[in-house]
């Protein structure tokens, strides 16, 4: 069983830039493809990128160039580092295992959702 934890939302201004952390504790973490979901309020949850375990990653449209998603096994965690931020992307954002193998990964929940962590992108 994998568990998640989230962290590093906050508040920031527009054009700035934050750094999501995702914890992982289990013995799959390694094997694992993770991804970084967001919801915004009103909205439907949404797959915005993932790290499969060897490391190939996949956006979606609306962060490509602008979020980065990294991994480190020593500290069982995957980080989501987000330049450039727009007030659209004002949402709660949550981590969790998704599917795809390990040079492929796809932005479709499999399961382990964290608690998430809330980001706010307001002047």
């Known amino acids: 069983q994998l568990q998640l934890v989230e962290s590093g939302g906050g508040l920031v201004e527009p054009g700035g830039s934050l750094r999501l952390s995702c914890a992982a504790s289990?013995?799959?973490?390694?094997?694992?493809?993770i991804g970084w979901f967001r919801q915004a309020p009103g909205k439907e949850r949404e797959g915005i990128s993932c790290?499969?375990?060897?490391?190939?990653?996949n956006y979606a449209d609306s962060v490509r160039g602008r979020f980065t998603i990294s991994k480190s096994n020593a500290k069982n965690t995957v980080y989501l580092q987000m330049h450039s931020l727009k007030p659209e992307d004002t949402a709660d954002y949550y981590c969790?295992?998704?599917?795809?193998?390990?040079?492929?990964?796809?932005?479709?929940?499999?399961?382990?959702w964290g608690q998430g962590t809330q980001v706010t992108v307001s002047s």
């Open positions: 969790a295992r998704v599917s795809g193998n390990k040079y492929s990964c796809s932005r479709e929940y499999q399961d382990s």
């Open positions: 289990g013995s799959t973490f390694r094997t694992s493809n």
């Open positions: 790290i499969s375990s060897e490391g190939m990653t």
